[in-house]
């Protein structure tokens, strides 16, 4: 294994074990960046990139704490009340109604848009403190903890949404199939990711700051274990039993800078078919069979 830094391709390290793909179990990966202990490794079986070793529960519970939603719930409010109508409208393209599970609802800002318009929600958050919030508000079930511990029955939702959750997870791949289980057959998964091809974005940042993006420092207020592209999510749709039906661009950022940088990607995807934005957005349908 050897030692890259983020997006260079030069190699700058010594050998260091990156484990087994978490996603496909390949045992071939190479370390495209290191932070102290953390190493970032991408898979040459499924493309994703992730980090090794994966920090535990309770430090990711930790990570999510009242501060992690506090400047949200503050600071960015309209714009957010405008990107969750936007998702909503999305689903609506093609389902107007049902039983609807958000995971990771955060503040249950896409819950409450959702059930505005109809939908019977519910949702899952690993914050307790956001829960709660979720629950007192829209007194919906919200369960509390890690997607392997969802105790409804399977075949209960039509809809299942993850708004850049799938990236946090500490094992997309069983998660899925948990999803899998609790959608009725011919139900849909919006999957909503980061992507790590975002060559706009990438470009503008390097100019400015001088260097790559990095994919992991401790601080980080938005922790990504998986760094998916657009080919790599596809495989692990599919792989999991989903038919995938679109795979394109998520809406426009909250964040006015963010937003003009996607607005190029959307017309340079458009002129090319290739996304190079900030973000992948997949829609799947549990098959009937
Ligand atoms: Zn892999």
Not at 37 to 44: F, G, I, M, N, S
Not at 196 to 219: E, H, Q
Not at 224 to 237: G, I, Q, V, W
């Amino acid at each position: 294994m050897t030692v890259r830094h983020a997006g260079t391709g030069s190699t700058v390290g010594v050998a260091e074990s990156t484990g087994r793909c978490p996603l496909c179990g390949g045992r071939s990966a190479s370390v495209i960046e290191r932070c102290g202990e953390v190493l970032t490794a991408l898979c040459a079986g499924c493309d994703v990139a992730y980090l090794t070793p994966v920090p535990s529960l309770t430090e990711l519970s930790d990570h999510y704490d009242e501060g992690y939603y506090a400047d949200w719930i503050t600071s960015q409010q309209r714009a957010r009340r405008r990107l969750w109508r936007q998702r909503l409208a999305l689903v609506r393209e093609r389902r107007q109604a049902g039983d609807l599970l958000d995971i990771g609802c955060g503040d249950g800002s896409f819950v409450e848009t959702a059930q505005a318009s109809g939908f019977l929600c519910a949702g899952t958050e690993l914050s307790e403190y956001a829960a709660e919030r979720v629950r007192r508000r829209l007194s919906i079930p919200v369960m509390t903890g890690p997607v392997r511990a969802i105790e409804w029955p399977a075949a209960s939702f039509d809809v299942v949404t993850m708004w850049h959750v799938l990236e946090h997870l500490t094992d997309p791949r069983g998660d899925l199939a948990i999803v899998q289980r609790l959608l009725r057959p011919g139900g849909l998964l919006f999957v909503a990711v980061p992507n790590r091809l975002s060559t706009v974005f990438n470009t503008v940042y390097r100019m400015i700051k001088g260097a790559p993006p990095s994919f992991y420092t401790p601080d980080e207020r938005e922790l990504h274990l998986f760094h998916f592209t657009p080919a790599s999510l596809r495989r692990l749709l599919e792989e999991r039993g989903f038919r995938v039906l679109s795979l394109g661009m998520d809406v426009e950022d909250a964040d006015w800078r963010k937003r003009w940088l996607d607005r190029a990607a959307r017309w340079w995807c458009q002129m090319t078919g290739i996304n190079r934005s900030l973000t992948i957005l997949a829609v799947a349908e549990k098959p009937h069979d």
